[in-house]
């Protein structure tokens, strides 16, 4: 899976970024993984996402609880989830190893931290994939700041209109930071967007943000 690869951003805000995915392999091991995936999706809950979607039943900030997402899903459902904090991966991939459910797990971030984990679990990574960043006319893309939001969606249901005004709300005191967070990430149904990182940069962008009308 290559959709939450193409974050941008800087170093120090992706520190803390990890898409979480689990995927079952259609005709390969999706058969009977019913259970597999709802006993995941425990392990996910009880260790603390900071984000949870799939596109049975959206994402957790819609108000879907861990107990209907399980109840929703299918030996072939895809769970996505998203952490904010090192420690909370490590455990859940700690766990994950330990049951060995043979179903594919990908997580995206840093490279480096990535593979600092890993050696950390003794865990060799199957494969490695990298975004080789944008190419074509970047002129018509949205400006970098408000790109460091948007590409929090990798099939892009965050639109840079929908930053813009959350940005206004934030500067006019309408919504907090964090308010405006949560509603950014309401459209990623794969509930990889970090609303977190998305508060921290909407705080540190909101003093200097104005909007022109013509």
């Not at 799939?54 to 957790?60: Q, W």
């Not at 006019?172 to 921290?200: D, H, M, W, Y």
């Amino acid at each position: 899976m290559t959709h939450t690869l193409h974050r941008e951003g800087s170093e120090d805000t992706l520190k803390d970024d990890f898409p979480f995915l689990v995927t079952p392999v259609k005709g390969i091991n999706d058969k009977g993984a019913l259970r597999k995936l709802q006993r995941i999706i425990d392990i996910i809950f009880e260790v603390g996402p900071a984000n949870y979607g799939g596109y049975e039943k959206g994402n957790i900030f819609t108000g879907v609880t861990a107990e209907e997402v399980k109840k929703a899903i299918n030996d072939r459902s895809r769970p996505r989830c998203l952490f904010s904090n090192r420690e909370k991966l490590k455990e859940v991939l700690r766990r994950l190893v330990k049951e060995n459910f043979g179903i594919s797990i990908t997580v995206s971030g840093l490279i480096s931290e990535i593979e600092r984990i890993a050696r950390e679990l003794d865990i060799k990574p199957h494969s490695i994939n990298l975004s080789l960043g944008i190419h074509g006319k970047r002129e018509y893309l949205p400006d970098e700041d408000i790109r460091e939001i948007t590409t929090m969606c990798g099939h892009g249901m965050v639109a840079p209109n929908l930053v813009k005004d959350m940005l206004l709300k934030v500067k006019k005191g309408e919504k907090t930071v964090e308010e405006a967070g949560i509603e950014l990430a309401k459209p990623c149904v794969c509930g990889v967007f970090n609303q977190e990182r998305a508060s921290g940069l909407l705080s540190k962008m909101s003093p200097f943000w104005c909007r022109h009308t013509y």
